[in-house]
């Protein structure tokens, strides 16, 4: 069965200690892996896509890299605005549904 | 423009009252997909669109629900007879192509049934 494991499920940090979180997954074909950032209230907002094992991608403080069966998010020095729910999310090669993980809740204090 | 717009932001539905969601994905989109979001972030998919045709109805339970994306109109997701465990936030999300680049989502609907 194709799942989507995201640990932990929160996280406290202070500012400026980085930190990464993990996305476990497995999918019958993976077309790409995604990751989300998701503000109380506000639909998910695209940070990432992540095709082939080996890639990496950054954004800013956030750097995102995909093995074969796990995806992790690197957040370097982070800032109280970064705070929010990362989600990671898996597109099978078969159709172009996403399978969601549950989500990390990253709080990031001053 | 540049933002999934959804309206309504709340509905509220008493148990059996009919529900009308509304999306207007970003021009030139031409695939839009609806996902319920229900406790714990748990993303379930329930249907998708390549313009006006239907791409992907598997996760859609057919008995209530059912979507339209009409040219010219924005998409609709409705429920017939609402039940108590339909509570959640409804996500639409449009993408340029098979969503490479990523989806964008709107800000959701918060339904509740009462």
């Known amino acids: 069965e194709d799942q989507v494991t995201q640990s932990p499920e929160a996280l406290r940090l202070q500012e400026g200690e980085s930190s990464s979180?993990?996305?476990s997954y497995t999918v019958?074909?993976?077309r790409g892996l995604f990751w989300y950032r998701q503000d109380p209230g506000k639909g998910p907002e695209f940070l990432f896509t992540l095709y082939s094992a080996g890639e990496e991608k950054e954004k800013e403080r956030l750097k995102a890299t995909l093995t074969k069966k796990e995806s992790f998010l690197h957040i370097t020095a982070p800032k109280p605005e970064d705070s929010a729910t990362y989600l990671c999310a898996v597109q099978?090669?078969?159709n172009y549904q996403l399978i969601w993980g549950a989500g990390t809740k990253l709080i990031i204090k001053p | 423009g540049e933002e999934v717009a959804q309206t309504p932001k709340h509905l509220v539905?008493?148990?059996g009252q009919?529900?009308?969601?509304?999306c207007a994905p970003i021009k030139g989109h031409s695939y839009v997909f609806w996902y319920q979001q229900v406790l714990k972030n748990e993303f379930k998919f329930l249907i998708s669109f390549q313009n006006e045709n239907v791409f992907d109805e598997t996760g859609m339970p057919k008995e209530r629900f059912s979507a339209k994306c009409l040219p010219n109109s924005p998409c609709s997701l409705e429920i017939q007879a609402t039940k108590l465990e339909d509570s959640a936030v409804y996500f639409c999300a449009s993408s340029q192509s098979d969503a490479g680049s990523g989806y964008t989502f709107g800000s959701g609907t918060r339904l509740t049934v009462v």
């Open chain 1, 92 to 94: 099978r090669d078969s």
């Open chain 1, 28 to 30: 019958s074909g993976l």
């Open chain 1, 21 to 23: 979180l993990n996305c």
């Open chain 2, 18 to 22: 009919k529900a009308k969601l509304y």
């Open chain 2, 13 to 15: 539905r008493g148990e």
